[in-house]
């Protein structure tokens, strides 16, 4: 299975962002998927997850401006980042867990860089 993520770039203060990424491969299961980020000489650290009955789950800094969603018939997990501050810039990186025959798998998108600068 690999997660592929998509819609990162440069806006400005105050700006909007949305985040995807999709889950592709055969024989599995999508479950439970979400974003996490890494600044430049920080930790990852996560954003916002979402179970497969869509129970989500905020990190303080940024409830109330983002929003995790999915759809599920696209294995696809989204993040709708508004009010972006300078210090929601990092590499975001999507993270899912999955089924397949032999049980519980995890794993890792590429990252997709989001920088909010003027």
């Known amino acids: 299975v690999q997660l592929q993520a998509s819609g990162g770039g440069l806006v400005q203060p105050g700006g909007s962002l949305r985040l995807s990424c999709a889950a592709s491969?055969?024989?599995?299961?999508?479950?439970?998927m979400g974003w996490y980020r890494q600044a430049p000489g920080k930790q990852r650290e996560r954003v916002a997850v979402?179970?497969?009955?869509?129970?989500?789950n905020y990190a303080d800094s940024v409830k109330g401006r983002f929003t995790i969603s999915r759809d599920n018939a696209k294995n696809t997990v989204y993040l709708q980042m508004n009010s972006l501050k300078p210090e929601d810039t990092a590499v975001y990186y999507c993270?899912?867990?999955?089924?397949?025959?032999?049980?519980?798998?995890?794993?890792w998108g590429q990252g997709t860089q989001v920088t909010v600068s003027s």
């Open positions: 491969g055969s024989g599995f299961r999508i479950n439970d």
């Open positions: 993270n899912a867990n999955w089924f397949l025959a032999s049980g519980l798998h995890g794993g």
């Open positions: 979402i179970s497969i009955t869509g129970t989500t």
